[in-house]
Nanobody
Framework: QLQLVESGGGLVQPGGSLRLSCAAS????????IGWFRQAPGKEREEVSC????????NYADSVKGRATISRDNAKNTVYLQMNGLKPEDTAVYYC?????????????WGQGTQVTVSS
C-alpha cells in the first residue's frame, strides 16, 4: 500500500508563504502522478495542482496560478507545493493524492491532510 503524509501547514499572514510536503511510504512515488487538493468547510474539493511522475508536466488551478509551484524529488519520495502570496481564501485542508493514470483522473491514494490558515 502507498501511504501519503502531508506536512507544512499552519497559520500564516496574508501575503506569506508556505511549503507543503507530501511524503510517501510503502511504495515509491516515481510511478505516480501526484495531485494537491484543498477543501474548506462547506466548499467543494478543489484540485490545486498536479505533477506527472517524471515531473515534466504540471498543472495549476486558476486560483493559484502564479502563486504556487509544485515539484517533486523522487529520490526523497516527496512532492512539494510551494505557495506564495497567500490569501484568506487559500484557507483549507490541503491533501495530496496519487494517481496511477495521470493528472485530473483516478486518484486512489490520499493523505490525511494538513491545515492551512491564512489570517491576520
Amino acid at each position: 500500500q502507498l501511504q501519503l503524509v502531508e506536512s507544512g501547514g499552519g497559520l500564516v499572514q496574508p501575503g506569506g508563504s508556505l511549503r507543503l510536503s507530501c511524503a510517501a511510504s510503502g511504495l515509491t512515488l516515481d510511478s505516480y502522478t501526484i495531485g494537491w487538493f484543498r477543501q474548506a468547510p462547506g466548499k467543494e474539493r478543489e484540485e490545486v495542482s498536479c505533477i506527472s511522475s517524471s515531473g515534466k508536466y504540471t498543472n495549476y488551478a486558476d486560483s493559484v496560478k502564479g502563486r504556487a509551484t509544485i515539484s517533486r524529488d523522487n529520490a526523497k519520495n516527496t512532492v512539494y507545493l510551494q505557495m506564495n502570496g497567500l490569501k484568506p481564501e487559500d484557507t483549507a485542508v490541503y491533501y495530496c493524492a496519487a494517481s496511477g493514470v495521470g493528472c485530473k483522473y483516478h486518484y486512489i491514494y490520499w493523505g490525511q491532510g494538513t491545515q492551512v490558515t491564512v489570517s491576520s
